[in-house]
Structure formats: C-alpha cells, structure tokens
C-alpha cells in the first residue's frame, strides 16, 4: 500500500468537513441579510448524514444504472479534482476536464430520471456549459503569463514574481465568476432554480442526495483551493490554517453576492457569462500579440 | 516543453504515421469516454413525462425498440470516435475524429419522430458541415507551413501559428457546437433517450478540451 | 432483495475488490482505484442502512395526473 494514499484520504475528509462548514456558513450569511436568524452552521453536515440513511426508490420512469451511475460519478470526478489539484499539484487542463464532466453529470442526473423539472434542468446545463466553459479561456492567459499550467509551476511563479491576482485581475474575476456560478443560490445558478423544484436533483432523493451533498461540499473546497492557488498565491496554500481564513472570507464575499442578487433568467445568465468570456478572450489577444 | 501542459507522458504507440500517446491528461480522457460507452450500452432509455397541449394528463414517452438500436449504435461509434480523439497526437488523425464525432451526433438524434427534433439536428448539420472547411483548412495550412501534422514535432518548429490556431479554434466551434453556435444544438438535447442524448454533450465537452491542450502545445 | 439493495450489493463487491487492489498494488493505478472505491462502497454501504420503502406505488414520479 502507497503511504500517498493516507494523504489522500486524510485529504478527503478534511475537503469534506470543510467544504460542508463553509457550505453552512454560506447559507447562514445569506440568512442574515435576509433578516433571518438561519440554521446553524453545521446544518448542511447535518442534512448530509441525515438523507444519507434515508430510504430511495428507482422511479418507473428512470434508466438504469445511468441514473445511480452520475450520482456515483460527481463524487468520483470532484475526488479526481482533488488529487489533481491538492495532491499532485498537476496540470489545469485536467482541472477544465473535471469542471466539464460536473456538467455532464449535471445533465445526466436531470435527464436520467425522466421527471420534466429535472429534464429543464438537464437542458439548462447545457446551456450554462455552453456559456461557462469559455470562461477557461483564463487558462489560456495563465499559460501565455507563466509558460505553464501545471499547479505546481503557477506556485513557483508566484513565490518569484508575487501572485497572479494583481497581474490578471481580469482572468481572477472571471475566475471567480465561475466560483459564483458553483456556489448554491448564485445569480448564474439556472440549473438548480428554485422555479425548476431542485432542478437537475429533484428526482435524486435519499441517499443518492446525500451521495450528491458529499460531491458538492468537495467541489466547493476544491475549486476555492484552485482559486487561492492559481490567484493569490503559495503562501496562503502553505498552511492550512491560512487557507481555511481565505476560505472563509472569500465565502463571506460569495455569500454577499449571492445573498443580494437575484436569480437572473437563464438567457441573461449565460449572455452575461458570454460577455465576461469575452473580455478574457480579449484579454488573451492582448497579452498574446504583445508577449509574441 | 508538452510536459508543462499535459503532465507527465508515459509512451507512445506509433502505428506508421499515426501517433497515440499517454500522458496523464489524455488517459484520463480516454477512461471517461470508454467508461460512459459501457454505461450507454448497458442503460435502457428513461421514460419522459411530456406535458401536453390543452390537455390535462400528461404523456409518457417510450423510445421504441428499433429507434433504440440505431441510436445505440451510433452513441457508441461516438464514444469510440471521442476515446480516439483522446489519445492521438496526429493534427489530422485529431480533425477526422473530430468530423466522425460531429456526423455520428446527428446520427444520434436523427432516429428521433419529431419535427423539432430533426430540424435542429438540420441545422447543426449545416453548421458542422460549414464548419469542417476551416477545420482541415488549417490542417493543410499547418502542414504547408511546417512539414509536419505531428504534434510532437509542432512545438519543437519555432513558426508561428497564430491564424491557422484561430481557423482551428473557429471549426472546432461549430463541430461541436459551442458558444455561438449552441442554439441549435441546445434543441437536440430534449429528445427523448437520455443516455444517448448524454454521449453527445460529453463527446463535444471533452474534444473542447482537448482542442484547447492542442492549441496550447503547437 | 429488491433492486436498490441488489444495485447496493454488486457496488460493494467492487468498492471491496478495489480497496483489496489499492493495497496490493502501487503507484498510480492507487489513485485510479481510490476514485473508483470510494463512491461504490459510498453507495454500497448506504444501501444496506436505509429503510425498506413503505409506499404503496414505489417508483412513481409525484407528478401530476400520473
């Protein structure tokens, strides 16, 4: 047995109580602005362990063993993100692919059970994908800065000619763009529209939900990670306890953006996107015509 | 060099010309798309529940027995063409999967008895046919310009590139259909067949980034 | 055995078999298997905590006029 694998377990747990505190706070934060007292801050945990010994049932309508098979898959594919990014501190672009198979997952889960609501979602997915995968062109401008995309090169840079944030604030913010369209009641958050019933997890109930809840607080933590790592640099991702004080306060500000917007319609979500991409991709022109 | 930007590479398998390579970016891509093959052969088609028009009760809509064969069929020639895309480090090898993936997509829907349906699959058809000019155009500007397709020795030719990357960028687009061209390609997915439907957003996904790794490396 | 706990079992038996591999084996496939383990014994272990359905009509959708 490789002792790595210790680390990664250890890492694993780790992502997910935090992810799932954080998660907590959020919803809290966005409570008191909105003048309510909130659940405590465990309360996503405690959702988590709940649904997870609730029972399930296979609708009529589902195809199998599609409809197990993506609930399985989010937690695979943000475990994957994890080592990547946390572990092996390795290529960006792998990072891409695992955003990309989240959509897939989100889709699948939607159409898979054969509920309409979770069909809107599924479609809408589609169309947030479409709108919020550009948004990787930041990936793009971080090569033509660094010469890289492994994680590990980024960090190097940055311990030499200080963080990325001030160099590209452009890529940061769109960046965060896609931190704000993951985060639960984003703006950008057509997919799991509360006019849509849960969207894409109406008809994942139970302990498919639960299996659903654990993916999500990883991918929270995970892509908070990336954003500390690629952004503001080595010596915050150094010691955990840095870390988790970032964390929290990007998910203040994340929270105050969610709290005070509304869900905007799914056509304005992804123009907007489109429009915040385009600007990256201007951005990319730029560096590219006067870096060559 | 290609190291800094699909991490480590394991091997190559060079059969003549055409080139495979493992590195850990495209196994990683190659296990995804073999593994959602197998999971769309083995699952059946969910039943949709369709709202009707001035009716109260709803619909539920079964994919028949023959439309489910072609369109397995053909949901597995494109996760295999994906799994191909994957791995090879061939320009041209890559543009071909690419055009294979595009033509099986249509494929996919166009068993489906609906009018919606098939005028999207129509349009988005138009749009990947368009769309191969520029594709293997900038192929054939590549090789003029350098002598070679492989994507090996592409980084290693100090030329650059910038226009036939762009041509490239813009084929790519329309093959699979991404940002302006998604609106028709959007309508497709409503068809009934989830896991059918599910091969061919993963398959354009995944070539996305793919071409953006290639992009990057010549 | 109805089909959740029949689903639950053979995701056992795979979560199972991959945490025997990642102790058997070294190096990269480890990673591979954990990705692959963890869900399946997620699911695997869960579905045999869960309470057996009490609905009358399991499986139907609470959609209307269905």
Same mark, same amino acid.
């Given at each position: 047995?490789d002792?790595?694998i ?6 694993t747990i780790?992502?997910f109580?935090v ?10 934060i966005i ?6 007292p %909130?659940?405590?801050?465990i309360?996503?945990?405690l959702?988590?362990i709940k ?5 399930i049932t ?10 197990i ?6 937690? *695979? ?12 501190k390795?290529?960006l672009?792998?990072? @891409?692919g695992?955003y990309?198979?989240?959509k /897939?997952v989100?889709?699948?889960? %939607?159409l898979?059970?054969g509920?309409?609501y ?7 997915s ?9 948004l990787?062109a930041v990936v793009a ?7 890289s995309?492994?994680?590990?090169d980024i960090?190097?840079y940055? *311990?030499?000619?200080?963080s990325?944030?001030f ?9 965060f763009?896609?931190?704000v369209s993951k985060a639960?009641n ?13 969207g894409?997890?109406?008809?994942h109930?139970?302990l498919?939900?639960s299996?659903?809840?654990i993916?999500?607080?990883i ?7 990336i954003f500390?790592?690629?952004f ?5 991702v150094s010691h955990?306890?840095? !870390? ?6 990007l998910t203040? @500000?994340?929270?105050?953006?969610n709290g005070?917007t509304p ?8 123009m907007?996107?489109?429009t915040?991409a385009?600007?990256?991709l201007?951005d ?5 015509i006067?870096?060559? | 060099?290609?190291s800094?930007? @699909? ?12 080139v ?6 495209? @196994? =990683?891509g ?9 999971v ?18 709803d619909?539920?809509?079964v ?11 053909m949901a597995?020639v494109c996760?295999?063409a994906?799994a ?5 480090? $061939?320009l041209f090898d890559?543009a071909?999967?690419?055009t ?5 997509n ?7 008895k609906? $009018?919606?349906?098939l005028?999207?699959s129509?349009?988005?058809g138009?749009i990947?046919m368009?769309a !191969? ?5 900038s ?9 070679t ?10 030329t *650059? ?7 490239f960028a813009?084929g790519m687009a ?12 959007a ?6 067949g *989830? ?5 061919i957003?993963l398959?354009s996904?995944l070539? /996305?980034?793919?071409t953006?790794? /290639?992009l990057l490396?010549i | 055995?109805?089909?959740?706990r ?5 995701l056992?038996? =795979? ?7 990642i ?8 990673y591979?298997?954990?990705v692959?383990?963890v869900?399946c014994?997620?699911?695997?272990i869960g579905s045999y905590?869960?309470?057996?359905t009490?609905r ?6 609470p959609?209307r006029?269905?």
């Amino acid at each position: 047995m490789d002792s790595s694998i210790i680390n990664v377990v250890n890492l694993t747990i780790h992502a997910f109580l935090v992810g799932s505190l954080l998660l907590g706070l959020h919803r809290k934060i966005i409570a008191r602005i909105q003048g309510r007292p %909130g659940p405590p801050i465990i309360q996503y945990l405690l959702h988590t362990i709940k649904f997870y010994v609730k029972e399930i049932t296979f609708p009529i309508t589902a195809g199998n063993p599609l409809y197990i098979f993506v609930a399985l898959l989010d937690v *695979s594919v943000w475990l994957t993100a994890l080592i990547i990014a946390i572990d092996l501190k390795s290529s960006l672009l792998i990072i @891409i692919g695992i955003y990309v198979l989240q959509k /897939i997952v989100e889709h699948g889960c %939607g159409l898979s059970s054969g509920s309409p609501y979770g069909k809107i979602g599924g479609v809408r997915s589609v169309f947030s994908a479409a709108a919020e995968v550009p948004l990787f062109a930041v990936v793009a401008a971080i090569y033509l800065t660094t010469h890289s995309v492994l994680i590990s090169d980024i960090l190097n840079y940055q *311990s030499i000619h200080g963080s990325l944030l001030f160099k590209m604030p452009i890529c940061a913010f769109a960046f965060f763009i896609l931190l704000v369209s993951k985060a639960p009641n984003s703006p950008f958050g057509i997919v799991k529209g509360k006019d849509i019933v849960s969207g894409y997890m109406t008809e994942h109930y139970g302990l498919l939900a639960s299996i659903i809840y654990i993916a999500e607080a990883i991918a929270y933590f995970a892509l908070l990670w990336i954003f500390i790592a690629v952004f503001i640099g080595p010596w915050v991702v150094s010691h955990p306890l840095i !870390t988790l004080a970032v964390m929290v306060g990007l998910t203040v @500000i994340l929270a105050f953006v969610n709290g005070l917007t509304p869900l905007l319609a799914p056509h304005h979500s992804v123009m907007l996107q489109m429009t915040i991409a385009g600007l990256v991709l201007c951005d990319v022109l730029y560096r590219l015509i006067m870096g060559g | 060099m290609i190291s800094s930007i @699909i991490g480590q590479l394991f091997g190559i398998v060079p059969f003549g010309d055409i080139v495979f390579g493992f590195s850990e970016f495209s @196994i =990683i891509g190659f296990v995804v798309a073999l593994i959602f093959t197998i999971v769309v052969y083995l699952t059946k088609p969910e039943k949709q529940l369709e709202a009707q028009k001035f009716r109260v009760e709803d619909k539920l809509e079964v994919v028949s027995l023959e439309e489910l064969k072609i369109r397995r069929m053909m949901a597995i020639v494109c996760g295999i063409a994906t799994a191909g895309a994957m791995l090879t480090y $061939d320009l041209f090898d890559y543009a071909l999967f690419l055009t294979l993936v595009g033509i099986a997509n249509i494929g996919i829907v166009s068993a489906v008895k609906k $009018d919606w349906v098939l005028n999207a699959s129509y349009q988005y058809g138009l749009i990947a046919m368009i769309a !191969t000019l520029p594709l293997f155009g900038s192929a054939g500007m590549i090789l003029a310009k350098t002598g070679t397709l492989s994507l090996f020795e592409l980084p290693k030719i100090p030329t *650059s590139l910038l226009f036939e990357k762009i041509i490239f960028a813009a084929g790519m687009a329309g093959e699979t259909g991404i940002a302006p061209f998604y609106a028709s390609k959007a309508e497709m997915f409503r068809a009934p067949g *989830s896991p059918y439907i599910l091969m061919i957003h993963l398959s354009s996904l995944l070539l /996305i980034v793919r071409t953006v790794e /290639i992009l990057l490396t010549i | 055995m109805d089909e959740e706990r029949k689903c639950g079992l053979y995701l056992l038996i =795979i979560g199972l078999l991959c945490t025997f591999g990642i102790v058997m084996f070294k190096g990269m496939i480890c990673y591979l298997l954990y990705v692959i383990a963890v869900p399946c014994l997620l699911y695997g272990i869960g579905s045999y905590l869960i309470p057996k359905t009490r609905r009358k009509n399991a499986g139907r959708l609470p959609f209307r006029g269905f």
